[in-house]
């Protein structure tokens, strides 16, 4: 049997997430006709306790929708240089919402009030008009490092004091939530937009949710048919959904505590070096001395244990719900044989 962290986009829906899919009953959506998806969107709004949401295929688009709606061309988005709006969106805020981004180094993926302060431009002709900042919860790059919320908060405050909006990239917010005791509606409360995906560590096959004001939600709406994301019966992916959000989320403190168990393991060998925080499922560390990131993968996909070396010296691992107890004490077994 495989075991593969690269990502927690690999799992498979289990047997009682598909027979809710099976059973989902469905309409056409770009008619507003898809009860499940109507349920589905509901629900989320309802958990951020926000006016409405949006079900899309992928949180690219989520995101790729919400600068769009926040900017116009010309305009610079706010975010941390390792987040995903900004690396892995294929250049989307240039292609989509035609504006620049402003990238500040953060701590773990995380930007402070203070530097988000600092980088707002002033009322010039010469510059662009920072009109959004964005933030990632937990952030990827950042080894699934959460934000504190007093700090949000004070990041809000200073969008408030500039009439700037807030968006967040949320793909894996259920993470943060579950790690920090936080609430979805203290969320709601702060930020303009949330993207939030069903794909990642909720264990959908498919699916993210933009969450808003209904006002937002309708002009997100447009936007989703432009980008070609008007999707016909794709309900029996809400009821996914729905499933996921009734039953898979309280089990992420599973993958946290597995992912501590597979640090402590690495930390018993010489050759792994500096580990980032283990604070949600995602571990990223150094490989050095007698092992590269590359040897290393190679020697645990001999014993059908898949990582993804995501740089010349550092490794991810990813914990999800395809990797139970079992395949977590196999793994730290291999480790401590390499
Ligand atoms: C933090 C973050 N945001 C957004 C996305 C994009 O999601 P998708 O792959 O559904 O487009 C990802 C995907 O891994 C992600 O890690």
């Known amino acids: 049997m495989i075991i593969d962290f690269r990502s927690d986009t690999v799992t498979r829906p289990t047997p009682a997430m598909l027979e809710a899919m099976m059973k989902a009953r469905v309409g056409d959506d770009v008619f507003g006709e ?3 998806i109507n349920e589905l969107e509901a629900m989320a709004a309802g958990i951020f306790a926000k006016e409405a949401a949006l079900f899309c295929p992928s949180g690219t688009m989520t995101n790729q929708i919400a600068i769009k709606v926040h900017t116009q061309p010309g305009d610079e988005v706010i975010c941390s240089d390792l987040s995903h709006v900004y690396i892995y969106e294929g ?7 035609g504006s620049q981004v402003r990238a500040l180094p953060g701590d773990l993926g995380r930007i402070t009030a203070d530097q988000v302060s600092l980088a707002i431009n002033p009322e010039d002709v010469h510059k662009p008009c920072t009109s959004l900042v964005c933030l990632e919860n937990t952030a990827n790059r950042g080894g699934g490092s959460c934000y504190r ?8 405050q200073v969008c408030e004091e500039h009439h700037l909006k807030l968006h967040l990239d949320g793909a894996r917010l ?3 939530l579950v790690a920090t005791g936080q609430r979805a509606k203290d969320y709601g409360e702060i ?4 993207s939030v995906c069903l794909s990642k560590s909720l264990g959908c096959p498919v699916g993210s949710l933009l969450i808003g004001s209904g006002e937002f939600i309708r002009t997100a709406r447009r936007v989703r048919k432009v980008f070609g994301g008007g999707m016909r019966q794709a309900g029996f992916l809400a009821a996914a959904g729905i499933y996921a959000l009734h039953h898979h989320i309280d089990r992420l403190a599973e993958d946290h505590a597995h992912a501590k168990k597979i640090a402590m393991a690495l930390r018993q060998k010489e050759f792994t070096g500096e580990m980032l925080p283990v604070e949600t499922n995602i571990l ?10 590359r040897s290393f993968a190679q020697r645990l996909k001999e014993q059908d244990i898949i990582v993804m070396p995501i740089s010349p010296t550092q490794v991810r691992m990813v914990l999800h719900l395809d990797i139970g107890p079992d395949m977590v004490a196999r793994t730290c077994a291999a480790i401590s044989s390499l």
């Open 34 to 36: 898809d009860p499940s």
């Open 91 to 97: 250049g989307g805020i240039a292609f989509n919402s």
């Open 149 to 156: 919320l007093e700090d949000i908060r004070k990041i809000r």
């Open 174 to 176: 259920f993470n943060a």
């Open 191 to 194: 930020f303009d937009s949330i």
């Open 284 to 293: 990223i560390f150094e490989i050095k001395g007698r092992h590269s990131p």
